[in-house]
Every structure is written in structure tokens, then in C-alpha cells.
């Protein structure tokens, strides 16, 4: 019996020792692999080199397309129950939005104005902006200021 025990513990000690070549060579064929997906064995985790930036601003000819927006909703506004009334607006191309508070319709100048408060909810954050439209000769409307209350 003893013949047949060697026999076999030979076996396994040959069998052994192939298996751990076997995961041997496994570890080294897919260590290129890890490597080449981020993970550095030797160092720290590799960088990740994608670069971030700011929103930016869209532009239209006539200057910022919040500010046309915001034109567009004060000149097509309905104020003959009052200027009070909340007028939402939203700016699909910058992705902004608000709400004018109050519209006062003047003529002093000769020409019909609306001078307005309105909030613009942006990527920037949430302010407050005054500003003023007039209705030219043709009756288009353009925007004479708009800015963040200071």
C-alpha cells in the first residue's frame, strides 16, 4: 500500500505545482489589462485628465438672450390691470429663468416705456434686475438698460 500512497502524494505535489503555475500566468496575462484601465499597481490611482469649465453664456446680436427674453415678456405683457401681476419667463437657450415683479408704463420721454423688476434664476445663482424697454418709432421694442440691483 505504501507504493501506491507515493505514488499518488507525487501526483498531487506535480498537480500543485501546475495549478499555481496555471494562476501564475493568469495574473500575469490580465495585469496588462488593470494597468491599461487606470489602476497603477505601483503608484496611486492614475488621473483622470478631463478638463471642466464654466457654463457659458449664450449670446444673441442683440446682446445677452436673457435680456431679449426678458424684453420679449415685458413688451408683449398685458398691464392694463396693473403692472403687478407676476409674468414668468424662461430663456430655453441658457437655461435660465424668472419672474418680473412689477412693469410702470411712462411716456416722459416722448416715447412708451416700461421700466420693470424681474429675478433671474440662472447657473450663476438667483439676483434681482431692474430694467427698462421702450417702443421705438416702428414698434419694436429695445431693451435701454438691465442690470443686477447693486
Known sequence: MQDIAKSIDGKKGFSFALLRSGVLCMALLTLPGCMGAGLDLFGGPSVDHVSTGTVPVAKTADGLSDAVAVRNAVSSADISQGGDSPIPWANATSGSA?????????????????????????????????????????????????????
Open 98 to 150: 424668472g419672474v418680473i415683479s412689477a412693469i410702470q408704463e411712462d411716456r416722459a420721454s416722448g416715447m412708451l416705456c416700461r421700466h420693470f423688476t424681474t429675478t433671474r434664476h440662472s447657473y450663476e445663482g438667483i439676483a434681482k434686475f431692474d430694467g427698462s424697454a421702450c417702443q421705438l418709432g416702428n414698434g419694436e421694442w429695445h431693451l435701454t438698460s438691465f442690470g443686477p440691483q447693486g
